[in-house]
């Protein structure tokens, strides 16, 4: 057993408990802290990633009960993938975070980093409850942070995202408990074994659990019917926050790729590859209502959260083709789609500052301070999300549209994702315009230009742009992963095996 | 047995539902937690319903699931945790936005 598994929630815990407990630690000291944290978080996840780049699963069972009786963690290229783009994209927050956001409310870095534990838990679980149990953990950190530093907009969305996701949770124990009923397994693996074996009855009841956590993941993940709840919150939420929550989306997808591939994958008999009929549609009209409602957004703040819900179908069509080539190209894109949503929620969050009362309403405003560095800035961050070249969306949409099969997907598939990037487009300009262009003569008074704040949010913005450069050596990395999963022997064998390696 | 403890599930359930598609932030939590309470009684009879059977193995020929159980005690204390949340929030909502509508502003008339 390789106890470095188990490090991405340790560390985050550790961290997040001291800084409950240690509330003498001067506020300079909770920074250094917070930061050393995320930092040896994406030590660790580089580590893990190079762990798993060898092929092999490995899992962890914790205190040493063996699976399928015990809870396991389990590695593979998908879920150590999925810990570094959090760790990169957690570090450029709080170091976004220090230069005064966390002192608009209390325990800002507890809450970050025990965020950070659920997010990081949720990934590497090999076991249905605990999946149940880390989105927990990182929900209940999530209102908070939500709701830091108060307001009344930020109480308004937040009862909005609270109550939607507590009846999600409801929906995913009804679901957990049918699967537990029927299969008496909990374990991803071994529950993948038991519904290829499954007879037609139990085989049906099986299928609506499964369905019934599509309606789960779809809340997280934020897909047509059930996004409405996330642009309010993404727009009122603390620019720090909202960059986290870049990550958060992905996590239903994430959720999405190993419950459908694993266990409701090609070998699941009767009800084989279940989702991949709702997908398909869903993810489609997801890029239509996405990129409509970033065409009507009144805020920049409020545009970008509607070009979240357009990276959640972009990738949520990626997997719903349920070829390796279009899950490598979306795992490429899932990368590039955190990490530059994040680092134009920082962005855009420089900009407000300077523009005083009207923030990031878009309407002609006040001069800015540093107009140049925040224009350049933000014409990287507006050109790399359209997916126009020469940044990694582009790569990404063009890998997907490359992956579908001339028929039907493809008539569908290339005019949405094409005349989505234009309007995308469009509407990035119609703000840009507005905000940096069509200004008043005089600087505000107010206005304030911190080079720490600008740091952190063009270093995510560089990681962005250093994916190009990088990209062979990524997509061969993706293409490993894609081909890994859907390889569903090894994952079996795991629980056959008993010996948690 | 089965039937009565379905139809309380039933109930639980759609009174539940109900009272979530309330427009006022109280009912909404009541809501929450009745369906909660369904939630944990079927999470509980998934180890199936037996009457005299310890958890145990051991103490008599045949034992109940004990990890059903185990289950429901994770999802109960969570699900406290997150009700309290929800009720000092929808507090708060009503403190700061002189509401408790839950869309935080009142339906115009």
Redo the contacts between chains.
Sequence with gaps: MNHALIMPVLLPMIAGSLLLFAARLSLAQQRLLSVLSTLGLLLVSVWLVRLADGGQLHSYALGNWQAPFGIVLLLDRLSALMLLVTAVLALFAVLYAVRGDDTRGSSFHALFQFQLMGINGAFLTGDLFNLFVFFEILLIASYALLLHGGGGERVRAGIHYVVLNLLGSSLFLIAVGMMYGIAGTLNMADLAVKVAAASPDDAALMGAAGLLLLVVFGLKAAFLPMYFWLPRAYAAASAPVAALFAIMTKIGLYSIMRVYILIYGEQAGSIANLAADWLWPLALLTIVCGVLGALAAVTLQGLLAYLVVVSVGTLLAGIALGTPEALSAALFYLVHSTWITGALFLIVDLISRQRGEKAGRLIQGPALLQPLRLSVLFFIGAIAIAGLPPFSGFLGKLLLLRAVEPGVQALLLWPVLLLGGLLTLVALSRAGSTVLWRTGRDVLGSAEGDSGRTAAAAGLLLMVVLLLPFAAPLLSYMDATAAQLFDLGPYMQLVSAGEPS | MEALFAVTLGILTASGVYL?LRAR?FP?VMG?IL??YA??L??F??G?LQTGMPAVIGRSAEYADP??QA?VL??IV??F??TA??LV??L??LG??NTDH????EPKA
Excluded at chain 2, 102 to 105: A, E, I, P
């Design positions: 979530l932030t909404v929450l369906l909660s939630v944990n079927f999470l009879a998934m199936r990890l059903p289950l994770t999802a969570i699900g945790a997150m949340f929800v929030l929808s708060r909502g700061e936005l839950v869309d935080g502003k």
